[in-house]
């Protein structure tokens, strides 16, 4: 199923709006390069043991803000990476409290499920099955350090310039994409021979 959220920017000097008109809502957006510019371990290769070697193409976070009549700011952040850890958001909510007065649940940071985005600190830290190098760890820490600036940075900027809008939504399938799943059959996890012997009945599973 596939929900898509639509925003209708339009001049708020018509005069020919009729009184049936949807609600008007103060829209912002704003968008930030977050690529790194340094080497880094990638958050989609559990067996890469090295760091990442240039850059093919661009890393963003989005930031839609959304103000009602009635309700409180809302706030949605779309971010180039595979997940987002819980601590980096409640920093991210902590700031724009004190920044803008966005209530913390009124925040939403969201993945693209980026498996080529760098690997953030207090993300999935059971991934690689061998230490990481001290070089290694200290260029995750600083860039999780400068993402955060940047979503701050982003929620911002999408907050300081504020249009009227219209808000729509729609729903509808997406019959033109599989992931792991044969026609009519069952989803599989974990694909049985990539486990060795002693794994594939505790592991291997379908749905």
Excluded at 54 to 69: D, E, H, R, T, Y
Excluded at 77 to 87: F, G, M, R
Excluded at 94 to 105: A, E, I, M, S, T
């Amino acid at each position: 199923m596939l929900s898509i959220l639509c925003v209708y920017w339009f001049n708020a000097q018509n005069t020919n709006a009729q009184q049936e008109e949807p609600t008007v809502y103060q829209v912002g957006v704003a968008a930030v390069d977050v690529t790194p510019d340094f080497p880094i371990r990638l958050r989609g290769y559990s067996g890469r043991d090295t760091e990442s070697t240039g850059v093919v193409q661009k890393l963003w976070a989005k930031a839609l803000m959304i103000q009602s009549p009635q309700r409180p700011a809302a706030l949605l952040i779309t971010l180039d990476n595979c997940l987002v850890p819980a601590a980096l958001r409640e920093q991210v909510a902590k700031r724009l409290h004190r920044r803008v007065g966005l209530l913390p649940d009124r925040l939403s940071i969201t993945a693209t499920h980026t498996h080529s985005g760098p690997i953030l600190a207090g993300m999935s830290k059971t991934l690689y099955c061998h230490p990481l190098p001290q070089k290694h760890r200290e260029h995750i820490e600083r860039y999780t350090k400068e993402l955060i600036d940047k979503l701050e940075q982003v929620a911002i900027a999408a907050f300081k310039n504020p249009q009227p809008a219209h808000l729509a939504w729609a729903r509808s399938n997406a019959s033109f994409a599989r992931n792991r799943r044969t026609k009519g059959g069952q989803l599989t996890m974990i694909c049985r021979s990539w486990l060795p012997r002693i794994w594939r009945g505790s592991y291997a599973r379908s749905i």
